[in-house]
């Protein structure tokens, strides 16, 4: 699909979904993102980590109007097309979806904090602590009650919210991975995949992982991209 040039191994990111709408997880339409002005996208943090230029190159034809990259990024480039950035998500928007030959760059400065950092933040409304109405922290209100006691059984020896949600990664890693299982959608098949099956591919970790993480109040949302 891509070719990527690199001065290391990156994550892509093609979108964020932020809506857990009991089904699955979806992206918000009504983040459409800012123009781009001169290649420059509006900083998501204070302090970027070292930068490098990416050059992408696409193979095949997008049905899909996300452009491919890191986040965050500082500037993004591409001849003859309008892009567009949401800061929040970390989204790049086309007008048109990518067609084969299209090519383009853009600067990545991935932060990289280290786990004693990260372990130091103190609980805070939507870290730990509950935040009425954010959508980062929403699941519906029939939501299993089992997904709820499983991440608490998880975590119990857990302090920080970092703790919390390497102890879910942990507990998930003891699962198999196959590209195979046919789970089907819905809350219940999160506890099938919890309890009965204890396989899957990537569509139910991060959902389970992500849902666990709400249920903690410790916003979350899955991201779609590539490795």
């Known amino acids: 699909v891509l070719t990527v040039h690199s001065q290391e191994a990156l994550y892509i990111r093609l ?3 932020p809506i857990y709408d009991g089904t699955g997880w979806r992206h918000d339409p009504t ?3 800012l123009p781009v002005d001169g290649g420059v996208v509006p900083r998501v943090y204070g302090t970027y980590g ?4 990416v050059q992408v190159a696409v193979r095949n034809d997008f049905a899909m109007p996300w452009l491919p990259s890191m986040y965050p990024i500082q500037s993004v480039a591409m001849e ?5 950035y949401d800061a929040e998500t970390g989204t790049a928007i086309l007008a048109e979806p990518l067609r084969s030959g299209d090519e383009y760059t853009f600067v990545a400065a991935p932060v990289k904090e280290s786990a004693d950092i990260l372990r130091a933040i103190e609980p805070e409304p939507g870290y730990g602590l509950p935040l009425p109405g954010d959508p980062y922290l929403d699941y519906p209100s029939d939501l299993p009650a089992r997904v709820d006691e499983l991440a608490t059984q998880w975590t119990r020896d857990a302090g920080s919210g970092f703790d919390k949600a390497m102890a879910i990664q942990n507990e998930l890693l003891k699962f198999d991975y196959d590209d195979q299982a046919s789970l089907g959608s819905g809350p219940n098949t999160i506890v099938t995949f919890l309890d009965g099956a204890r396989k899957g591919f990537c569509q139910q970790f991060a959902a389970t992982m992500a849902l666990m993480l709400r249920t903690l109040n410790i916003r979350s949302r899955v991201v779609v991209g590539y490795a």
């Open 31 to 33: 983040r459409t993102g």
């Open 50 to 53: 070292d930068t490098q230029e």
């Open 15 to 17: 979108l964020s979904l």
């Open 80 to 84: 003859d097309r309008a892009v567009a």
